[in-house]
């Protein structure tokens, strides 16, 4: 008895695939610094695994949406600092993408983040705590180029130039901006941010800019400007959509067979009697279901493998369990406790999310908890 045969799915994780794509990455994007974004517990990968692989691929810079998951991941990269190399290396340092919740401006200075400054009361909320505290304190300011969603709109923008002592204590340490149509490289919506990023740059000389995510940092050199912030990528998504996948795959998941049954042709398989066998089948019941994060939308559209040979996923998924067609499979592969790939060589995250009309970013946020997690070190 193996500790996974306690859960329905088995979850590997490669660490070492974390590692290389990050240096892909570097690499790619050099001589732009190549920072990680780790928000969303690393996509649902474990911030606490991967966060000090990343850091030990040599990542300096890390972003995270929440307050919450900048204090966590400050503990997670101060626990792996041992203390023995000399001189102590600089502490990583940590964004916050949705900035500084009002009122909690002091807590990130007691863990060492740095807010993304998303508008002009941002700036302001900053500033005051910096005037009480009589220091200057650093902090990124986010500008909307195109996408409507977070940072300072032009007309802010156009006050902050008009009357600069807003920025009193404020030390803008990054100006950065998001992509709204990266994974589409001839959207010409790609082309107009950066000009208007450009153009607000030229307000703020020698202050360093950012602008690329994983697919941006695709689109060409003039985008990486001084760094770039990719997540997805790092975790095997596919950044430019359509072409070949450079990155190497990282997750691999298994559902354990439970059980497995003949059926009649025209018998039906699971809620709603979505499916009806149109020959006598044979039924094998996996695992897992959506309550693991396996989407409900890939009912009768998923499919796994099994021991080299592709199985259909039929009927409705429940919450706990899924059905495949494994006629074709030679039977002594085909029995309880056989592992059917999910998301692997045969059918990684991107085509799981193409079967369920989503993206890859989803599949990854929504695994599961009551999955058995291995970890692959990067070392091996
Ligand atoms: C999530 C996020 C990223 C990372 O995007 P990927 O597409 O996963 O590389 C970078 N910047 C911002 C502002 C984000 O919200």
Known sequence: MAESDRTGGILTIDLGAVAANWRLLRDRAAPAECAAVVKAD????????????????????????????????????????????FPPPAAPTIFLLNG??????????????????????????WGLLASMLGATLPAALQIDTGMSRLGLPPDELALLDGEPQRLEGTGVILLMSHLACADDPAHELNRRQLDAFSAARRSWPGVAGSLAASSGLFL???????????????YG???VPGSENPM???????????????????????????????????????AVGYA??????LGNRGAGC??????????????????????EVPSELVHPGAEIE????????????????TIGYEILTSLGKRYSRTYLSAQT
């Open 342 to 357: 999910l998301i692997g060589a045969a059918s990684d995250v991107d085509a799981v999310a193409t079967a369920a009309g």
């Open 100 to 125: 500084a919740p009002r009122g909690y401006e002091a807590e990130l200075l007691q863990y060492g983040l740095i807010p993304v400054l998303n508008g002009l009361a941002d700036v302001a909320a």
């Open 42 to 85: 690393a996509y649902g990968l474990g911030m606490a695994e991967v966060a000090p692989a990343l850091a030990a691929a040599g990542c300096r810079v890390f972003f995270v949406a929440t307050l919450d998951e900048g204090i966590r991941l400050r503990s997670v990269l101060s626990a792996r600092a041992t203390g023995a190399e």
């Open 306 to 327: 099994l021991g080299g040979h592709r199985v259909p996923l039929v009927g409705r998924v429940s919450m706990d369990l899924i059905t495949f067609d494994v006629t």
């Open 220 to 234: 060409g050199p003039d985008w990486c400007c001084e760094m770039v912030r990719p997540g997805a990528a790092l």
């Open 248 to 286: 190497r795959p990282v997750v691999r998941l298994t559902a354990r067979v439970l059980q497995v049954r003949q059926i009649d042709s025209g018998a039906a398989v699971g809620y709603g009697a979505t499916y009806r066998a149109g020959a006598p089948a044979v039924i094998a019941t996996a």
């Open 237 to 239: 998504v596919g950044p």
């Open 292 to 297: 693991d994060g396996y989407l409900r939308a």
